[in-house]
């Protein structure tokens, strides 16, 4: 008993610690898409999905209010989005996205997480062809529709496939250019969007042995705790 108390204690400190990572990122997303569109979420649609992917992963209505605010004050923060690609430990792909402050500060820091561990970074571009960019919408299967109907309608907004799950959980991939027209079909049906954004695809997955995903793991980890990185994508299968 004392053991199973323990698991669950470091279980919950683990997701504490992955909130207090979370939360900061999502309050970025939310500010720099208020300072850039606006702060009202009905004609800013780029403000509407940072605050529909805060809601899903929990986060405060008090933060998110916070982060909205943030962007209309005068010493409001001015933050570049720059990405940033690398090849880790055994040749993986790495595209880093970053929302930062101080870009000196993000390119030194991604740029050590690289070579500490045997990695390099590549020239921006370099890596690009080597992902798809998807737009990636989820949400729960409506009440009397049929999956057929929802296709059709979902085809002619850009959905190019759809995956349901067994709990009735959507998934629907589109473009990335497709987005604005996705997020409206949806909206159209009357189809509340659990979480949507955009997302990076690997061309030509490679598949790692358990020891070199190790080697792997610790180097996106240490990307994925930098307080400037928002998203990071890579070629494992």
């Not at 943030?70 to 996205?97: C, M, Q, S, W």
């Not at 709990?167 to 079909?185: H, I, L, N, P, R």
Request: hydrophobic share 35%; proline share 4%.
């Amino acid at each position: 008993m004392g053991r199973a108390f323990e698991y669950r204690k470091a279980a919950k400190m683990k997701r504490w610690g992955k909130m207090a990572k979370l939360f900061p990122k999502l309050a970025k997303a939310i500010t720099i898409a208020a300072k850039e569109g606006g702060p009202d979420p009905e004609m800013n649609p780029r403000l509407r999905t940072a605050i529909q992917n805060a809601k899903a992963e929990n986060m405060p209505k008090d933060n998110i209010d916070n982060a909205i605010k943030r962007a209309a004050g005068r010493d409001a923060t001015d933050y570049t989005e720059v990405n940033y690609e690398g090849k880790g430990p055994h040749g993986v792909l790495i595209f880093v996205e970053t929302a930062t402050d101080n870009t000196t500060r993000t390119v030194a820091n991604v740029k050590s997480y690289f070579n500490k561990s045997g990695g390099t970074m590549v020239p921006t571009g370099s890596l690009e062809f080597m992902f798809d960019r998807k737009a990636v919408f989820e949400f729960e299967m409506p009440e009397g529709m049929e999956r057929d109907d929802l296709e059709l309608e979902l085809i002619d907004a850009g959905m190019e496939d759809m995956e349901v799950e067994e709990d009735g959980k959507v998934y629907a991939y589109s473009d990335w250019t497709e987005f604005g027209a996705m997020t409206k079909a949806l909206e159209g049906l009357n189809i509340e969007i659990q979480k949507s954004n955009l997302q990076r695809f690997p061309t030509t997955p490679v598949e790692f042995t358990d020891e070199q995903m190790e080697d792997i793991a610790k180097l996106l980890d240490k990307i994925e705790e930098d307080d400037d990185v928002q998203a990071v994508f890579t070629n494992i299968q």
